[in-house]
């Protein structure tokens, strides 16, 4: 049960110190300690990111998502593939879909041209991958439930009868 709540807190707020995590649940910072870092030995969290506001970096990477068809091979399914698609190191997200395409990826790169060249040489080339979809991200307005591009009061249009 404890790992439950653990996992809920760091879920939500990644940077909560042990003495934190202690203090919300009512145990020690030395369980609480103990507890995170047996999480991560196996591998029950994987690490730690932060949300970044694009649009207050000044960096233009761009992201795409892709839809990929692919053959899934006989008894390993889609892992196989999926897994050299994943090891590109343009690809930030890989997960298995139900519907109309099988993998989902998160594409990133420094233009649009660098993404279309991985998406021509790289994947639509490997072997089992039989077609993609590629749209491009325009803006972020809210990513891992924080809102990045909230409207202000001055951005809104009035509305006239």
């Known amino acids: 049960m404890m790992s439950r709540t653990v996992l809920q807190l760091v879920r939500a707020e990644g940077r909560l110190s042990a003495p934190e995590i202690a203090e919300r649940l009512g ?19 994987l690490g730690y990111r932060g949300i970044i506001n694009p649009e207050k970096t000044g960096e233009d990477s761009v992201l795409a998502i892709i839809e990929v068809k692919v053959t899934p091979q006989r008894e390993v399914g889609f892992d196989s593939i999926a897994r050299r698609i994943y090891k590109f190191p343009e690809v930030r997200t890989c997960y298995l879909m139900s519907g109309a395409y099988d993998l989902l990826l998160l594409v990133e790169g420094e233009s649009l041209r660098q993404v279309a060249s991985f998406v021509a040489e790289k994947l639509a080339t490997l072997e089992h991958v039989s077609s993609t979809t590629t749209h491009f991200l325009l803006r972020k307005y809210k990513e891992d439930g924080l809102i990045i591009h909230e409207e202000s009061e001055t951005e809104r249009l009035a509305v006239s009868a």
């Open 27 to 45: 145990i020690t910072p030395a369980e609480a300690a103990a507890e995170v870092k047996r999480l991560h030995d196996e591998k029950v969290i």
